[in-house]
């Protein structure tokens, strides 16, 4: 049975059509490795109010949280948002791994100073750190991590 992934990712502001290709591109990769990757419906995160409310969204995503294996927050820009440390509060919450895929030479320095009043939520204290340039290399080193995990070593 293939692991379900939730990937939690920045999305306000961002060009949809690059973002919706670069979905497509990571799921297709963590398909190749026997990984099944959820997201919430990237209409709901764009704001389209004929999909549904807010609230049913919410619900949506939480029910299908509940359902993943674990979860990857992707930081690709140097954006300042924070919504991926929500979704990564909430996995370590029902006691699920939580990994940062941080592309390289992107910085933290906004989540630094943000965390700083309080160092035990700090987003710099996550279990596993994924570093990568390209996008299709996250799945690779995912189960890469996880097998050297399992194996002890």
């Known amino acids: 049975m ?3 992934i939730w990937l939690a990712y ?10 919706r290709m670069g979905l497509l591109l990571l799921r297709a990769t963590f398909a190749r490795h026997g990984l099944r990757l959820y997201t919430l419906l990237e209409d709901i995160q764009h704001g389209d109010p004929d999909c549904m409310s807010k609230a049913e969204a919410v619900r949506l995503m939480l029910g299908l949280m509940q359902e993943c294996d674990g979860l990857i927050a992707l930081y690709d820009s140097r954006d300042g948002s924070d919504g991926r440390g929500w979704e990564a509060g909430y996995f370590a919450g029902l006691g699920k791994p939580t990994t940062m895929a941080l592309r390289n030479g992107v910085s933290l320095k906004y989540h630094e100073a943000m965390y ?5 939520n700090s987003l710099l204290h996550w279990p596993s750190v994924i570093r990568f340039d390209r996008i299709d290399e996250i799945a690779a080193a995912f189960v890469e991590q996880r097998r050297v995990l399992c194996s002890g070593k």
């Not at 920045?10 to 973002?19: C, M, N, P, V, Y």
């Not at 700083?116 to 035990?120: K, V």
């Open 10 to 19: 920045r999305f306000t502001g961002a060009d949809r059509e690059k973002l």
């Open 116 to 120: 700083a009043a309080n160092p035990a």
């Open 2 to 4: 293939a692991l379900k």
